[in-house]
């Protein structure tokens, strides 16, 4: 396997301990044969603010046109007072982890889990650290910029990390082509398997720009649900991933 985390906003400078670097990422890359691979995508907020592309740049043109100079109401207000999932999620309380390793991490999309047999459930993917997750009080820490990234290195230099994936199961009546939907919380879980996280890849820096993730399965058993945002959020990754390939280190 293959791991990164992540910072969100896409910019590389961001400092972590930012507000806007929240939700923070984890993705998880299953290298099944040469060429062959499957992914896991989460990140550390239960939700997502758009149901579908078009409202999801609906609310980046909103946030882009509220800058300096914006008239009252600024237009990322109006937005938010007619889409209660953004609201929902610019409002979740995004505190600052103590470690990559120490956050929770959750899917966006829905997929469905086929066995051998033909039965089929849907569910969603979870990430969580061995024992509790860990936060820290952003208004007293003394940040450095890149404090997860440093410590995430430390930690896998002294030895192995555990993260532990589970799949919350849909019931018949929970909505799975929605990612700003909810399922109650009392959902069933089942456990998944465990990621060992050994080192950090020598060719750390390269990897990163080359790496492209993807929120479509690619092995048997697991296919995605018709969540409209799954085939667009695949397209933007590709894009964005090709972009990557094609700068140079200073530009990345």
Known sequence: MTVRFSDATGLPTIPDGDPNASPRGMAIRFHLADHVHTDIIAHSVDGFPARNADEFL?????????????????????????????????????????????????????????????ASHYGR?????????????????????????????????????????????????????DSTMHWPKDRREIDFGVVELMSVLPDNDSEQRHIIFDPIPRVDGIEPSDDPLLDPRAAIYLASGRRRRAGTPREQ
């Open 58 to 118: 609906e609310l980046l043109r909103a946030i882009h046109a509220s800058g300096p100079g914006a008239g009252s109401p600024l237009p990322i207000e109006t937005f938010l007072a007619t889409h209660p999932a953004a609201l929902e999620f610019v409002q979740t309380p995004k505190p600052i982890p103590a470690s990559f390793l120490k956050e929770t991490y959750y899917a966006v999309n829905a997929y469905r889990f086929i066995n051998a047999g033909g």
């Open 125 to 177: 993917y979870r990430i969580r650290p061995e024992g509790a997750s860990e936060y820290l009080d952003s208004a007293t820490a003394k940040l450095t910029p890149n404090f997860l990234f440093d410590e995430i290195k430390e930690k896998l230099a002294r030895g192995m990390a555990k993260m532990r994936i589970a799949v919350q199961v849909a019931a018949e009546e929970d909505v799975v082509n």
